[in-house]
């Protein structure tokens, strides 16, 4: 009904399912979502933390059969009583009590808190436990079945023509690109989990040339290198674009000797010397290194007073305080002596890679930069001391319009955290609150937190507001967030077709990308199980979904969109380039086996596009979280916005690339840079790109 545009009626329909049933996790976090589509903000909110508190009952009936399982009686009775579930909280008490497990004194005011409210005639769910039981639910209309079941199937849409081949193909090894990712696993010891997630890719302009080139993080042979203890390298890789016909490695020329187990990578320029660096996110200490300006890079971790020793698989170089000097932003996942050591036999004693719920999780980093070459490390202070979260996934942008950048971080198994950003004055160490549950992405439409893993992010809906796209583990589906007013989101998965063709999949990077230039998003999925279980396929195909103008995706195979999406991979970090500056955007893929994928889009089309690079000068020098807004013609307009993080372990080329269909010219361009400054030009040709510094009228 919901979809159908029955919203009140669809909320009558989930609260009277609810006074039936009030234990059903998906109704309650659906209902939430609905009500404060519709504006009841503070009714929606708290079902929504229902919902949250419901799902963390699934989540830690899981973890009870964990090792640390004693860790979780106490949360686990916790959300039961909160929830107003009196007899199962009773029953696990009673449980821990007859574990011979250590007296807890929390369970034990507990029992006493139960023990008078328990009588036969109590159901299992507390009466007036649900909120709203002081609302009038009348005000929303029961459904008409006669009208519902005259529309069936009477959708209205019209389908998209597609004017557009789209193809693409491997352009790695006649480019010169032979990079291959180096695992420390081996069969004989079982897989760490560690060796499940493989590395990303950076696209940066190191030496200035307007040529995208590329750094690519390099494992280890073996756990020595893991932990960080010798440095076992290889080392990491730096290619060089001579003008889009070949990838030179010049790593060893530039100076880099990155030798650490290495995953994630950022790139941008911390301290705005007009020339990019890299930060490294590392197994152990993370690294950073500045570019000198002459083709070389020196190694200033030490100097910059970065030693926190945690397992960072995802990163970001971006201004989160306002002060113009950017900060460096680690998503760290989890911890624990055993962390690099240990394996789970299965039921035959086969060696296989442990649950993440088996390791503790480890808090996310900032790193504020000082402005002296120097960091602070915040994590408490900075509201980063959130239970639970596993950080995969990172995506930095500035989500609520308010020029402040804001953090999405995609957790394993665990709820999504939107890091809003808190800042007040800016040079004040950076402050975020987590509003992920409030806005409608911390959980899916059914209220489960999945094991959320790669991020893309664009504007399908063109309504001026950034949507994501989560990808997630095999039998949970991919998630789509599409953008609502008053800064909500809703999952619509289901609606945009995206849902049965990722069901089985086990998705890692992924990018939205306009590969004909249409002005519509199509997507990029890359896929690869974290080990070979034996009961579902470990080895996966690539996935590719075209966009188009009535919000659905349609997923396209090889031989039409070229023969890489017909190979059996463990596909990991995707970014976003346009290697050959040909106008049509290209991707880099990397995989945990073979050698990395550039991806040429070679797609047959008539349409255009209008890229812009852009330099800030009251803003931070990457103006990230700057938004541009392209009008192509009067009422025909497209939304872009500069992000860092960029998804999995992975960094984009650092130029907003929109497609404008068929025009030569677009009528306006409007660029509203993170100090809050506006810079506007009208009548702008198209296919080339331009260069745009704040403050400057000439582009």
């Known amino acids: 009904m919901s979809q159908a545009g029955e919203q009140e009626t669809a909320i009558r329909c989930l609260y009277e399912a609810l006074g039936r049933e009030p234990e059903q996790l998906a109704t309650t976090a659906q209902l939430g979502q609905l009500l404060k589509a519709r504006g009841e903000l503070p009714l929606g909110t708290a079902f929504s933390e229902r919902a949250a508190r419901l799902q963390a009952v699934v989540d830690l009936n899981r973890r009870l059969n964990e090792p640390r399982a004693n860790e979780y009686y106490w949360p686990m009775i916790r959300e039961l ?3 107003g579930r009196l007899w199962e909280a009773w029953g696990w008490c009673l449980i821990h009590e007859r574990a011979s497990l250590p007296r807890s004194a929390e369970i034990a005011a507990c029992m006493q808190r139960l023990r008078p409210q328990l009588n036969f005639q109590l159901p299992r769910t507390r009466p007036n436990s649900l909120p709203g039981s002081d609302q009038s639910w009348e005000r929303f209309p029961l459904p008409d079945w006669s009208k519902i079941a005259a529309s069936v199937g009477a959708t209205g849409e019209r389908p998209v023509q597609p004017q557009s081949i789209i193809r693409f193909e491997d352009r790695a090894a006649p480019a010169g690109l032979d990079f291959r990712y180096v695992n420390s696993y081996s069969p004989a010891e079982g897989r760490k989990i560690y060796e499940t997630m493989g590395a990303g890719v950076a696209v940066l302009d190191f030496d200035g040339d307007r040529w995208p080139d590329l750094y690519l993080p390099q494992g280890a042979p073996s756990a020595t290198g893991a932990v960080g203890e010798g440095r076992a390298g290889p080392s990491d890789r730096l290619y060089r674009n001579r003008q889009g016909e070949r990838l030179v490695d010049v790593t060893e020329l ?54 926190q020793q945690a397992w960072t698989v995802s990163c970001a170089i971006a201004d ?11 998503a760290n996942y989890a911890q624990g002596a055993d962390l690099f050591t240990r394996v789970c036999p299965d039921a035959t004693g086969r060696k296989l890679v442990c649950r993440p719920t088996v390791f503790e999780a480890a808090l996310d980093t900032v790193l504020s930069n000082r402005g002296d070459g120097t960091f602070e490390e915040l994590q408490a202070s900075a509201g980063l001391d959130l239970p639970q979260g596993m950080g995969l996934g990172l995506l930095v942008a500035d989500f609520n319009s308010d020029n402040r950048l804001d953090l999405f971080v995609a957790n ?37 937190a999945q094991a959320c893993m790669g991020v893309a992010s664009a504007d399908l809906n063109r309504d001026g507001a950034l949507d994501l796209f989560v990808t997630n583990f095999a039998q949970e589906s991919n998630t789509l967030y599409l953008s609502q007013p008053g800064g909500l989101y809703l999952d619509q998965t289901q609606s945009a077709r995206l849902r049965e063709p990722s069901f089985a999949m086990l998705g890692f990077g992924t990018q939205f990308v306009d590969a004909d230039n249409d002005g519509w998003y199509d997507l990029v999925v890359l896929n690869g199980h974290i080990d070979d279980f034996g009961n579902e396929p470990y080895r996966m195909k690539p996935q590719f979904f075209r966009g188009g103008g009535d919000g659905h995706f349609v997923e396209l195979f090889a031989p039409e969109v070229g023969p890489l999406l017909d190979q059996l991979r463990l596909g990991r970090g995707l970014a976003l380039l346009d290697w050959n500056r040909d106008g049509r955007d290209d991707f880099v893929a990397t995989d945990l086996e073979e050698q990395v994928t550039l991806a040429e889009n070679q797609s047959a089309t008539k349409h255009r596009s209008l890229r812009i690079r852009l330099i800030g000068t009251q803003s931070s020098r990457d103006a990230i979280g700057a938004k541009v807004r392209v009008t192509v013609s009067p009422g025909v307009e497209r939304y872009g916005q500069l992000t860092a993080g960029d998804g999995y372990e992975s960094s984009n080329e650092r130029v907003l690339s929109l497609g404008v269909g068929e025009r030569e010219v677009v009528d306006r361009v409007e660029i509203t840079w993170p100090s809050g400054s506006i810079t506007r030009r009208d009548g702008v040709p198209v296919d080339r790109e331009w260069l745009v510094i704040e403050g400057k009228t000439e582009w």
């Open 320 to 330: 989160l305080n306002g002060d113009g000097l950017p900060e460096l932003f680690d």
């Open 81 to 83: 009583e909160a929830t």
């Open 254 to 307: 530039s100076g880099i000797q990155e030798l650490s187990y290495s995953q994630g990578v950022a790139a941008g320029d911390f301290d705005c010397d007009g020339f990019q660096d890299v930060y490294v996110a590392n197994l152990g200490r993370n690294c950073l290194y500045h570019n000198n300006g002459d083709g070389t890079f020196s190694d200033v971790t030490e100097l910059a007073g970065i030693q």
């Open 412 to 448: 394993d198994m665990t709820a999504n955290y939107l890091l809003m950003n808190e800042q007040a004055v800016a040079g004040q160490p950076p402050r975020f609150q987590d509003e992920a549950l409030l806005r409608g992405v911390a959980l899916d439409q059914f209220g489960l």
